[in-house]
């Protein structure tokens, strides 16, 4: 079964970053959404690259609306037909943060936002693209050419955050998204416990905490960081690619930091 690949959203930031690097490492097909500017987000991907432009399909996908999700996971299904072939590497990394610093800034819209895009986004991205994920019966040619750059097993990465570990949180405060990204490691260990039973060794999931990135989303932060810890996305991309690559199924259903250092639950 031919594999593809699948960055969600990916029209800016490590999202960007990781599309460009799947496409740059990897031969098989590469699905990319975003809310809007479609074609602007494959005219960048390809700007100065050799790409294929055959390879990448650009598809509307917003975590709030679930019938933008169906709607993607259709046209998948209608490109790469089913069970003919398999989402091998998938990454799904919207985020959003309000970093109320006591109770008293808690704003109960803001928080019902952080949750439906942080977590509640990710979940439904798996209710509707679990079918493209091998089965436990499924015979997979780890050396076929369009395997090239793919983790061995299939692997879906879903953002989480240190700050979304329970027993690493020493400071407190950013309530909202601190308790979305401990939701979003539960959601990983409660899907690869399903991948368990569906896939066997076929198919992982796993959570990842990139580091603070020079990203829009930790822009007002980055004064508070040490230069060293401060990374750029394209340099991130690489490290969270390679971590996927390397965790293997003896690290499924865990959070794996950018250094490829399991962050505690």
């Not at 006591?102 to 977590?119: E, G, K, V, Y």
């Not at 979003?184 to 959570?207: C, E, P, W």
């Not at 960081?225 to 259903?253: H, P």
């Amino acid at each position: 079964m031919p594999p593809w690949s699948l960055i969600s959203p990916a029209s800016r930031g490590v999202g960007f970053a990781l599309a460009q690097r799947v496409l740059q490492t990897t031969n098989a097909p590469v699905v990319v959404t975003a809310r809007k500017d479609l074609d602007k987000l494959k005219e960048e991907l390809l700007s100065g690259n050799n790409f294929d432009e055959a390879r990448v399909k650009v598809l509307k996908l917003d975590v709030l609306d679930e019938s933008t999700i169906a709607d993607a996971a259709a046209q998948c299904k209608q490109q790469f037909g089913g069970k003919s072939h398999q989402l091998q590497l998938a990454f799904i990394v919207p985020g959003l943060l309000f970093p109320e610093k006591s109770p008293a800034q808690i704003n109960a819209d803001d928080t019902l936002l952080t949750f439906r895009t942080n977590t509640l986004g990710p979940m439904l991205m798996l209710k509707h693209f679990l079918s493209f994920l091998p089965r436990k019966s499924a015979t997979i040619d780890t050396s076929a050419d369009e395997m090239k750059g793919l983790p061995a097993v299939a692997t879906t990465a879903i953002m989480s955050a240190r700050v979304g570990s329970i027993s690493d949180n020493r400071l407190g405060g950013w309530y909202s998204y601190r308790a979305s990204k401990a939701g979003v490691n539960q959601l990983v260990k409660t899907f690869d416990n399903h991948l368990r039973t569906a896939s066997g060794d076929n198919a992982m999931a796993v959570a990842l905490h990139p580091g603070t990135v020079k990203t829009d989303l930790s822009k007002e932060f980055w004064g508070n960081v040490k230069k060293e810890k401060l990374f750029e996305r394209d340099w991130v991309a690489e490290q969270l690619i390679n971590v996927v690559k390397q965790v293997g199924v003896d690290g499924r259903g865990k959070c794996w930091d950018w250094d490829g250092k399991e962050v505690p639950p």
